[in-house]
């Protein structure tokens, strides 16, 4: 049985991804990760983070996931994964990544605050900005994403419009065609990091909320597919790319508690929302601006319970 390795590939995407209740792995008294050939993974913890999650009915369960860029300095992808034990259900919270967030008596974009303070800076930014307690993070960059996509025989996806731009400094280059694909690793990376086109006009009308759309369409179409038994075989191959790509602060003893919650979580009720706000430009910088009252509603009427 190796149910605990599964999940933690789950938790990567949406807590769902390749969930089954056959599979699972060796845990040593510590909390270490131990792998087939032996190997213990110590995953890091995040200062000023609790790590003590609780299953209580009235407790939500929120894991901050964050996509590093190339230079791993910056987060491409934020998605806080909120789990309801009451209603065994997922939500899933995108947030813009030029959120302008106040640190220093300085206005900054939220994607800036890897650099500037690690994982436990954004979770405290985004707490401040959803009234939420996240207990967990799950950082991962993308040549793992890569490689996990690869793994699992990449994913089908209809591109809208044809996809083009070119970033030399960033080593960025999509080129996508319009119509329904299989995506590899690669061209899966260029579909959720794409924004606009090099010429004026091209890309999203609505700029990084199109993005978002984008990698909430991914993520959705990446569970719904690969949510088979076929793929179960395939979780020690994806456990194995986690080890070397991602970090997090979670501990087998943290999925042993939840593990009844995770098992039935309802994986075709996946919600998910963007955080209200709107684009402005201020001092010569773009900055998505957060609305935080409707931020607050939406939060208590679909979050809290």
Not at 80 to 92: D, F, G, H
Not at 223 to 250: C, E, G, P, T, V
């Amino acid at each position: 049985m190796r149910v605990q390795k599964l999940i933690l590939v789950a938790c990567v995407f949406l807590g769902a991804v390749l969930f089954s209740s056959g599979v699972s792995i060796l845990s040593s008294r510590d909390g270490a990760i131990n792998t087939k050939k032996g190997d213990i993974i110590k995953l890091p913890q995040a200062e000023k983070l609790s790590n003590k999650l609780s299953a209580e009915e009235d407790k939500l369960i929120n894991i901050m996931l964050l996509g590093l860029d190339g230079e791993e300095i910056r987060s491409d992808v934020m998605i806080l994964l909120s789990l309801s034990p009451m209603e065994n259900k997922l939500n899933v919270l995108s947030i813009a990544r030029d959120t302008r967030v106040r640190v220093k008596n300085k206005w900054a974009k939220i994607n800036s605050l890897v650099k500037m303070g690690g994982e436990a800076l954004v979770i405290e930014k985004v707490e401040e900005l959803t009234g939420l307690d996240i207990q967990y993070y799950i950082t991962l960059n993308f040549e793992g994403f890569r490689k996990i996509v690869d793994t699992v025989d990449g994913v089908q996806m209809y591109i809208p419009f044809d996809m083009n731009y070119d970033d030399p400094e960033q080593n960025l280059h999509i080129h996508l065609e319009k119509g329904l694909q299989v995506l590899d690793g690669r061209k899966a990376e260029q579909l959720v990091r794409y924004r606009k086109g090099n010429r004026r006009g091209q890309g999203y009308t609505d700029g990084d909320l199109g993005r978002i759309k984008m990698q909430q369409a991914f993520l959705k179409a990446f569970i719904s597919q690969k949510a088979k038994l076929k793929y179960i075989s395939k979780a020690d191959d994806i456990f194995l790319i986690l080890r070397k790509y991602l970090k997090s602060n979670i501990e087998i003893g943290d999925i042993n508690r939840n593990l009844p919650l995770i098992k039935n979580l309802d994986y075709d009720d996946i919600n998910s929302y963007t955080l209200p706000g709107e684009p402005a430009y201020i001092n010569d910088v773009w900055y998505f601006i957060c609305d935080r009252e409707e931020t607050q509603k939406l939060i208590n009427e679909r979050f809290r319970h």
